[in-house]
């Protein structure tokens, strides 16, 4: 359901970082699978964006491989913990308040991994090759080509119906199908919010050039490990933050205020049946976590 809070922040550092929390919490069906095989899908992902070379293959591995087991050991049971509290929630109606809770929620818990994997972050980041950071560009222009023929076509009313689709597919995993009433109420709610694809595209645009700029540094000027840690966290949390916020912030605090506001209408038109429906899907996730971590 937090999916709805937040846009998706896809760059290199940030990706890598909440990968294993996006396990548990972006929606995969089949969570214990997803996560067994997150260490070589982290890996792979890695690697279309950066090339990584035969040099770099085997630390990096181990690398994720470290991280995983780290967080099997230490996180998951408190995502069980997390994903109780939204369950116990659906037996009551939904505040905007509440939703943006979670929304913080899911900040701080990427913010531990991230901290975790910051010496691996930093290790990597430093062993780029000029070569991979035109990789990285390259896969950046593609990444945006796509996004432009995805969500910069047709007018308002074609970019507000398609965003209600994709809201309305991930209201349906959680809570099954809903009537012609209830889609009405949730098209509603998805309209109010503040739709703008052109400056989101270029919110990717400054996030992957100051990635870029970053990486070019540390590549010419070889700074310490120490400044490379501070400017990969600072870069993270300004991605939470959205690069372009202070010149748009009515915009970015209408999107999540809006957002909240559609999540807790979505939660509130369900019916008994239908919340159930989504506490027995949580029950499945909270049973994976725990037996995850018991491995």
């Not at 943006?100 to 430093?126: H, N, W």
């Not at 012609?180 to 645009?205: G, H, V």
Request: include cysteine.
């Amino acid at each position: 359901m937090q999916k709805f809070i937040m846009q998706p922040y896809r760059a290199l550092v940030l990706r890598y970082g909440i990968f294993l929390f996006a396990c548990v919490l972006a929606g995969c069906s089949a969570l214990r699978l997803g996560y067994a095989n997150g260490d070589t899908v982290t890996y792979w992902w890695l690697n279309s964006y950066i090339d990584i070379n035969e040099e770099q293959k085997p630390w990096v591995r181990q690398d994720i491989e470290r991280l995983f087991t780290w967080h099997r050991k230490t996180q998951l049971g408190d995502y069980a913990q997390y994903l109780e509290q939204v369950q116990q929630r659906l037996h009551h109606p939904v505040k905007p308040d509440d939703v943006m809770q979670d929304y913080a929620g899911i900040k701080k818990r990427s913010l531990v991994f991230i901290d975790k994997a910051l010496p691996e972050l930093t290790r990597l980041a430093m062993d780029l090759q000029p070569e991979q950071i035109a990789h990285l560009e390259k896969k950046f222009a593609s990444n945006n080509e796509a996004y432009r023929k995805e969500y910069l076509k047709g007018n308002l009313e074609d970019r507000q119906l398609f965003r209600f689709k994709k809201v309305l597919k991930q209201a349906e995993y959680w809570f099954g199908n809903f009537t012609s009433e209830q889609e009405a109420q949730i098209r509603k709610a998805s309209d109010a919010r503040p739709l703008d694809n052109e400056l989101w595209a270029e919110e990717r645009r400054q996030r992957q050039q100051e990635l870029l700029r970053i990486l070019r540094k540390i590549q010419s000027d070889k700074p310490s490990k120490e400044a490379v840690s501070a400017m990969l966290r600072q870069y993270v949390e300004r991605s939470f933050d959205n690069f372009t916020y202070a010149e748009h912030k009515d915009f970015f605090d209408g999107m999540r205020n809006g957002s909240a506001n559609m999540v807790a209408v979505i939660a509130n038109v369900a019916t008994q049946e239908q919340r159930e429906h989504a506490r027995e899907r949580l029950q499945k996730w909270i049973d994976d976590c725990r037996a995850l971590a018991a491995k």
